[in-house]
């Protein structure tokens, strides 16, 4: 919860920034009791419901050992031990200790037990003491606990606020006794101080004493009053702190909080008006715990907002500028001309006599006069007079500049640009060298030359009369120029529209852009503070970075600038800069304060405030999940085989802008390079290969401080069975089997293959041999035949009845061994070796057996044939088997007619044949031979349909292969 307030008090308060956390945000308890900061950066939070751990994001609760369901343990004080431990003075009198996460009971616990125990202690040398509410004071020291009672102080106790002296002692203070206890000895301070007093530390050496009535100083051994009527008076102090500028916080008990400084006071509202204890943490924030509001954190607010509510006819104001010291001028649009003089707003609009003007710039010259451009023209303000400056198209005015020499220069639409010298105004055209037709900015270097910015994108300089146009030729982006500035070093500096910002080093101009970690391209404002920073506006808001960071980045050393958003962190959300159209809209103030004009108003920042953040964040990786479940990252960490994601809780310890922190991080063995995590803090992986790995976790600020060490975590990711070493060598000798064995059995599969290719190929020779042998047998039965049919027709000569019948028998047994040398050649034939060249050969033959005889012969065969390859001695057998059953038709039946028909069924081959015979005494059915190729052995026989025989033959067991 944010809350910007004004403060009220003695004098003219500043005005501070409030931001609150409650239950709401995740305290246990909105009576908050005490707060600390431990050495590692952690905000410790002591409240009546128990104790809280704040990392500037959330809160983490520690369950009280002594916390039961129906009772919650409230926690009054808290003391860090010089090992880091944490003692706890809880409800019930006793001392906890808090180490690593464990709670412990103290040894001190039992021995300054009592009523009421509400202050805790650490004093030097491990002393400790306890004061309670009732009245008494204890110290526990070497073991051992001493009662220190009212009767060895001139009063009662009260409650009671202590401070380590310098010289081994401690002050006390408390109920209406000033006293320092050294070398176990309490002597109290002479001088009374007033009544419920409580003391703080000064850092000039002394104390501060603040009570009921007073505020005094002891410094020196002297009592000092500072005021004698505070503004808490008839209140009681609740707690005192000096901060790091000196300034003096008091709590009180009904009034609330109270800031002392420079002599005066200055009431700081606060979310409760009861305050029970305030802390600085390092980076130089205020926490304040109230007993019923929470948890405060309160910063001075480093702007104020100068709007309608302010005074002004308006909130917005298109320019603004400062003329005498401590004046600063307002063109307050529709509301007229504003000044704010000596802390007071006046529309100089509503005075009497003065005209009422639309106000859109403001332009202070040389010799103290104001220069506004008006709805009705260009206008001089002169002490308390205003005058109207005649000039030629003043309508198309869109910027004012005010020359050290006294010049007042404007430029505008249309090629405007000119200037006055007094009273006079010379205007300058393309004639005198300047070409641009649009004039949007000025700037002035030390040497007196005015640099002009263009809409056009170039920039001319102006010097001893002179024009000098740069153009992209000079590193210009062509991009708009909006606004310029010289800086104190002579950088020229130049915003743009949506081309960034240019800086004009070495002489030429270099640029910047979002692509360099700026947070906008287009820059409508350029101011310089007195810190070494820069300061831009824009319509996305406001931004700073360190001038250096610019100039490394702009000559090409660095990459990237560290630039810091001026908003929502310091209470101002939506801001949004002006500077389109009309310019001055930033102004550098003499004071130091830098003065913008934006939507909402003109804005005037106090660098002086918003100073650097100069401390590194402390990193602490809190959390380590696995799979989502919290594991214990204490000792040598290991991620079992089963584990799929990874996730790594990280602490930024800035409390200042937490929503600013930048992270990074790098996972070494698995990321090859920083990862940008932004603010994300819960930074996730997958599982990674087995191995070990170290997280490195770095992190900046929020003005950009990175603190390089950061945080590692080691961790060792466990291997699977399968993935231990002795697993992966017995695969690898396993797989070198594996292969070796495949090897071999391939090599043996080849070269069984091979012996069975070559085995095939001699048995096919064989059976061709076999075939051939037996068909030449034949042949030579044949050729022996003619040759005796020969010798006997030469001995029958004289008979020509037996050399005519002689002759026949030559011719036919002739035509019988041409038939058998054709089927030598078609048996011996490789190519004939499929299922279609035995069944063309087949009908071939039955053609010609049939040709020249009565008996008519049909052929049918499967009009779709598959293109097998066929056994060499399948192939023959069948066919030797269907000429047999064809020649017993043509010898033996009497047919007239025949079928022979050719049937596949699968991988079995069938030829059958029908006859039709002339015998008509004949009494039987007409015979159907069959020829059969048998799929199972590869054999082929012929018979009676439906008696097949079948004689197996090793080696054979396809009709084709």
């Avoid at 909130?315 to 007229?336: H, I, K, L, T, Y």
């Avoid at 009273?423 to 641009?436: L, N, P, V």
């Avoid at 602490?651 to 090859?672: C, M, N, Q, T, W």
Wanted: glycine letters at 12%; aromatic letters at 8%.
């Amino acid at each position: 919860m944010w809350l910007l307030t004004a403060a009220t008090g003695v004098a003219a308060p500043p005005e501070f920034l409030l931001q609150s956390w409650q239950v709401e945000e995740g305290l246990p308890h909105n009576i908050v009791n005490h707060v600390l900061q431990d050495r590692a950066g952690y905000l410790w939070v002591a409240t009546s419901g128990g104790l809280v751990r704040f990392n500037g994001v959330e809160f983490k609760e520690f369950p009280l050992p002594t916390a039961t369901a129906d009772r919650v343990q409230g926690v009054y004080g808290l003391h860090e031990e010089a090992d880091g431990a944490l003692l706890l003075l809880v409800a019930g009198n006793r001392i906890l200790r808090l180490k690593d996460g464990q709670f412990t009971r103290h040894p001190a616990s039992g021995a300054v037990n009592g009523r009421n125990a509400v202050t805790l202690f650490g004093g030097p040398r491990g002393a400790l003491w306890v004061g309670y509410a009732g009245g008494a004071l204890k110290r526990w020291a070497d073991d051992r606990a001493e009662l220190l009672n009212p009767d060895q102080s001139p009063g009662a106790w009260g409650v009671p606020s202590f401070v380590a002296g310098k010289n081994g002692g401690v002050w006390i203070a408390g109920g209406g006794f000033l006293g320092q206890h050294r070398d176990g000895k309490l002597t109290p301070f002479p001088d009374a101080a007033g009544t419920q007093l409580r003391i703080a530390a000064s850092g000039a050496g002394g104390l501060w004493v603040g009570s009921r009535e007073q505020l005094h100083r002891l410094d020196a051994g002297v009592l000092a009053v500072v005021s004698e009527v505070p503004p808490w008076a008839g209140a009681n102090v609740q707690s005192l702190l000096e901060d790091r500028d000196g300034a003096l916080w008091i709590g009180t008990d009904t009034r609330g909080l109270f800031r002392f400084k420079d002599g005066e006071f200055a009431s700081v509202p606060v979310t409760h008006p009861q305050v029970m204890g305030i802390c600085q943490d390092r980076e130089g924030n205020l926490w304040v715990a109230t007993r019923g509001g929470g948890l405060n954190r309160v910063r001075p607010r480093p702007f104020q907002m100068f709007d309608a509510v302010a005074g002004l006819g308006e909130d917005e104001s298109r320019s603004v500028c400062e003329g005498r010291p401590g004046e600063f001028w307002f063109a307050n649009r529709g509301g007229g001309l504003a000044r704010l003089k000596d802390g007071r707003v006046e529309v100089l609009s509503q005075r009497k006599g003065w005209p009422q003007l639309f106000v859109n710039i403001v332009c202070p010259d040389a010799r103290g006069n104001v220069w506004l451009l008006a709805d009705t023209g260009i206008h001089r303000v002169t002490g308390e007079t205003v005058r109207r400056v005649e000039v030629a198209r003043p309508g198309g005015v869109r910027v004012l500049f005010g020359a050290r020499n006294g010049d007042v220069w404007m430029g505008g639409e249309e090629g405007l640009l000119g200037r006055f010298q007094g009273d006079a105004f010379q205007a300058f055209t393309e004639a005198d060298g300047f070409t641009a037709r649009q004039t949007r900015a000025f700037a002035e270097d030390a040497e007196g030359r005015v640099w002009i910015g263009t809409a056009e994108g170039d920039v001319f300089a102006f010097h001893d009369g002179v024009f000098t146009r740069h153009s992209r030729d000079d590193g210009l982006p062509g991009a708009a120029i909006r606004v310029m500035r010289v800086d104190s070093g002579g950088v020229l500096w130049a915003g743009t529209v949506g081309g960034g910002l240019l800086a004009r080093v070495d002489g030429r101009f270099r640029r910047l852009t979002d692509a360099h970690g700026l947070p906008a391209d287009y820059i409508s404002q350029v101011l310089e503070d007195g810190r070494g920073r820069m300061w831009f506006g824009s319509y996305r808001g406001i931004f700073h970075v360190a001038r250096k960071e610019l100039l490394a980045c702009a000559r090409g050393e660095t990459r990237r600038v560290n630039a810091v958003t001026f908003g929502k962190s310091e209470g101002l959300p939506g801001v949004s800069c002006l500077g389109e159209d009309h310019q001055p809209a930033a102004w550098p103030g003499r004071d130091g304060r830098l003065w913008l004009a934006t939507r909402k108003g003109v804005l005037a920042i106090d660098p002086a405030v918003e100073r650097p953040n100069t401390n590194p964040p402390p990193v602490v990786i809190e959390e380590f999940l696995l799979d989502g479940q919290r594991a214990d990252a204490r000792g040598a960490l290991k991620i079992p085989p089963d584990a799929r994601k990874l996730d790594f809780r990280v602490a930024v310890l800035s409390y200042a802008s937490p929503e600013k922190i930048r992270v990074r991080h790098k996972l070494d063995g698995f990321d090859s390079d920083w990862v940008e995590a932004g603010a994300q803090r819960t930074l996730t992986y997958p599982k990674p290969s087995p191995g070990t790995y170290r997280l490195r976790v770095i992190a900046a600020n929020n003005d950009g401080l990175w603190n390089e060490t950061g945080a590692t975590l080691a961790f060792t990711v466990v291997p699977a069975w399968w993935q231990t070493w002795w697993f992966l060598a017995a695969a690898v000798l396993a797989g070198a089997g594996a292969v070796g064995g495949a090897v071999r059995f391939i090599t043996r599969r080849r070269w069984q293959r091979r012996m069975r290719k070559l085995e095939a190929q001699h048995a096919l020779e064989r059976e061709r041999t076999r075939i051939a042998q037996d068909i030449h047998d034949d042949l030579g039965a044949s050729l022996t035949e003619i040759a005796w049919l020969g010798e006997l027709a030469e001995q029958d000569a004289g008979d020509p009845g037996e050399v005519r019948a002689q002759a026949r028998k030559i011719s036919s047994t002739a035509r019988e061994t041409v038939r058998s040398l054709d089927e030598i050649v078609w048996a011996v034939r490789p190519e004939s070796d499929t299922l279609k060249g035995l069944i063309e050969y087949l009908g071939r033959r039955a053609d010609e057996l049939f040709e020249s005889t009565p008996v008519r012969c049909w052929f049918t065969a499967p009009a779709e044939l598959p293109d097998l390859p066929l056994a060499a001695d399948v192939r023959h057998d069948f066919y030797l088997a269907c000429k047999e059953a064809l020649h017993n038709v043509l010898k033996h039946a009497h047919a007239t007619e025949v079928r022979v028909e050719l049937a596949l069924a699968g991988t079995t081959l069938r030829c059958a044949r029908a006859s039709r015979t002339t015998d008509a005494a004949s009494t039987r059915p007409p015979r159907a031979p069959t020829a059969t190729a048998c799929a199972t052995c590869g054999s082929a026989s012929s018979g009676s349909a439906g008696a097949s025989s079948c004689a197996a033959r090793q080696g054979r067991a396809r009709l084709w292969r």
